[in-house]
């Protein structure tokens, strides 16, 4: 089956430590992105690629990293930085050519800091 | 940058019954606009999306309108049923890279 997957599906982690989001994709879609969900606050962009070996910041990207080494993963590491952290956590991609089409979204994950 | 706002954040509609949501962007210079939904403790669905040369998009018992001159588009959702209730997100393309700009949401209920 092609789509995106996201693991774990819920994450508990102690405060001040480090957690790797996993996000990947078989569509062979060249732009990944990564949205944080708060209630009632809809979907905020935390980082995006377009392509291998480079991303952009969103609006919230405070305390977070990605990296894009391969065209298929995008992990997103949420790390002590980051004042508030608890969130469900979606990763989503589209083909970006010839022109932007429309985003696929994961199932999410939700993290907890304790 | 592009900013998008979404109304009502809450809809209780009767089975059977039309459910409308509406939302609004800044940039005119957006070409493109999904809707989705995303039920409880699951990612966002695309369900109907919109493109700019285009006034009005149907499928089944949804739609969607554009009016580009007042910079609004509108989710319709007719005969209502128990499996609509979620949440429903717009979004906008920013211009910009291809990012979609997203409501706030509209969490739709439907009652028996």
């Known amino acids: 089956d092609g789509g995106i997957t996201q693991s774990p599906k819920y994450l508990f982690r102690k405060e001040g430590q480090n957690v790797t989001l996993s996000c990947e994709q078989n569509l062979n879609h060249d732009a990944m992105y990564w949205y944080r969900q708060d209630p009632g606050q809809g979907l905020r962009l935390i980082y995006y690629s377009q392509i291998v070996n480079d991303f952009q910041k969103g609006d919230i990207a405070e305390g977070y990293s990605v990296s894009r080494e391969k065209k298929e993963s995008f992990p997103l590491t949420v790390t002590s930085a980051q004042k508030n952290p608890t969130a469900f956590y979606l990763c989503?991609?589209?083909?970006?050519?010839?022109?932007?089409?429309?985003?696929?979204f994961g199932p999410g994950t939700r993290l907890t800091v304790l | 940058g592009e900013n998008v706002e979404q109304h009502p954040s809450t809809l209780s509609v009767q089975e059977g019954d039309s459910a409308v949501i509406k939302c609004t962007y800044s940039d005119s210079a957006s070409n493109y606009f999904p809707w989705y939904k995303q039920e409880l403790g699951k990612g966002p669905q695309l369900i109907i999306d919109i493109r700019s040369n285009v006034g009005e998009k149907k499928d089944q018992r949804i739609a969607v309108t554009l009016n580009k001159t007042a910079k609004h588009f509108s989710l319709h959702i007719t005969e209502s049923q128990p499996e609509d209730w979620a949440v429903y997100f717009c979004a906008a393309r920013d211009n910009q890279g291809g990012k979609l700009i997203f409501g706030q949401g509209t969490e739709l209920s439907v009652k028996p």
């Open positions: 989503a991609s589209s083909s970006q050519f010839p022109f932007p089409v429309e985003q696929f």
